[in-house]
């Protein structure tokens, strides 16, 4: 019908404008959060752009939900502002039959969020922890400035100074060293050259022409060391990321198989995704009333509250199927049954002539006004 391609277009016109400000906004907000931490030296210039992008994938879902929820209340709220709304009931059009447009509409959204979590989230994810592995593996040298003192590593850092280095070929003049030994004593390297270099996995860190004074603080029992060349393992080889240890990696086909409760409870999130695209985009249907003649716009605060406590609820009882408190299907069922349960009410009472909400709730019911 005309009025379900006009509905439809202006759908999509208004879901893009939608995606795209909502993915301006968090975008822009991350990437600023990564720049600020770069700056103090927490995170390599170099790689917030890959950081960035894997992000945005994770929270594409998100995104596409929100995007198919706003747009659909967005466009049927001026329906009934601009009075077409009641111009299409007033022909003898039932407002049920605006549930074919608004699926119309939600199923490819709906598809497009089944592909992204259940097959394209898991393989961003690992390559997300595998990046991020080999940026650990890396940042040592990356962080590394001339001219400033920067400490780095794990359970015993190291504090480097470096005169000057040229990150082309790894030269380095002038440089200073401090590390504290397993046995708890503290050393100090000087040496006049170095050169940062890769060899069976490891970075290495080649000393030439220094001295190496190590010792207890606080004792005189430092000891002094000359020597021609020295080499330091400044990180090891990269670890090979596990995708069973997390179960945001995992494939999908293996959670089906797979009778633990964390890998149920992902299942479960990945499943519940795109039937609340569904299932909030036909919310979005009665919720979307809006009377002209009051002004009031308190369905717009409904349906924000309605959001939240549904995503609340979901993510309560992925909890619960993690903990091993609920089977799998009992956690995926309940909030999207009680959704439904919800549209139905709503759309029956908001078929019916107007009156007050409780007698509205009664009549919508079976019961009598």
């Known amino acids: 019908m005309i009025y379900q391609r006009q509905f439809i277009k202006e759908l999509s016109f208004t879901a893009v404008g939608v995606f795209v400000i909502l993915l301006a906004i968090l975008v822009s907000t991350q990437a600023i959060n990564l720049l600020g931490r770069a700056a103090s030296g927490r995170v390599a210039i170099d790689a917030v752009a890959a950081l960035v992008g894997f992000w945005t994938v994770g929270l594409t879902p998100l995104l596409l939900i929100l995007t198919a929820y706003i747009s659909t209340l967005t466009v049927l709220t001026r329906y009934w502002r601009d009075s077409e709304?009641?111009?299409w009931l007033s022909c003898g059009l039932a407002l049920k039959s605006w549930t074919q447009p608004v699926l119309r509409f939600a199923v490819p959204f709906a598809l497009l969020v089944a592909a992204i979590s259940l097959w394209l989230m898991p393989w961003a994810e690992l390559r997300s922890r595998?990046?991020?592995?080999?940026?650990?593996?890396?940042?040592e040298l990356s962080l590394i400035e001339p001219g400033v003192f920067r400490e780095v590593g794990g359970q015993l850092p190291r504090v480097y100074f470096i005169e000057s280095f040229d990150s082309d070929s790894g030269d380095a003049r002038n440089l200073f060293i401090r590390e504290k030994e397993d046995n708890g004593r503290d050393s100090v390297i000087l040496a006049k050259s170095g050169q940062f270099t890769q060899e069976d996995g490891k970075r290495i860190l080649a000393l030439q022409n220094g001295h190496r004074y190590s010792g207890t603080p606080g004792q005189a029992d430092y000891e002094r060391a000359a020597f021609q060349s020295l080499s330091l393992i400044v990180s090891t080889g990269t670890k090979i990321v596990d995708a069973s240890a997390?179960?945001?990696?995992?494939?999908?086909?293996?959670l089906w198989h797979s009778g633990n409760p964390q890998h149920?409870?992902?299942?479960?999130?990945?499943?519940?995704?795109?039937?609340?695209?569904?299932i909030l985009s036909l919310l979005a249907l009665p919720l979307s009333y809006y009377n002209p003649r009051s002004g009031h716009t308190y369905n717009i605060l409904i349906a924000v509250g309605l959001f939240l406590v549904y995503q609340n609820g979901l993510?309560?009882?992925?909890?619960?199927?993690?903990?091993?408190?609920?089977?799998?299907?009992?956690g995926l069922l309940p909030m999207h049954v009680?959704?439904?349960?919800?549209?139905?009410?709503?759309?029956?009472?908001?078929?019916?002539?107007?009156?007050?909400?409780?007698?509205?709730?009664?009549?919508?019911?079976?019961?009598?006004?």
């Open 338 to 369: 009680l959704m439904l349960a919800l549209f139905w009410l709503l759309l029956r009472l908001r078929s019916q002539p107007a009156q007050a909400f409780w007698p509205g709730i009664k009549a919508a019911l079976g019961g009598k006004p």
């Open 85 to 87: 709304m009641s111009v």
């Open 246 to 254: 997390n179960r945001r990696t995992v494939p999908t086909t293996q």
């Open 130 to 139: 595998e990046f991020a592995e080999i940026l650990k593996q890396k940042q």
């Open 315 to 330: 993510t309560f009882l992925r909890d619960a199927v993690a903990s091993g408190k609920l089977p799998m299907l009992m």
């Open 264 to 278: 149920q409870a992902e299942l479960m999130w990945r499943l519940s995704l795109p039937l609340s695209v569904l």
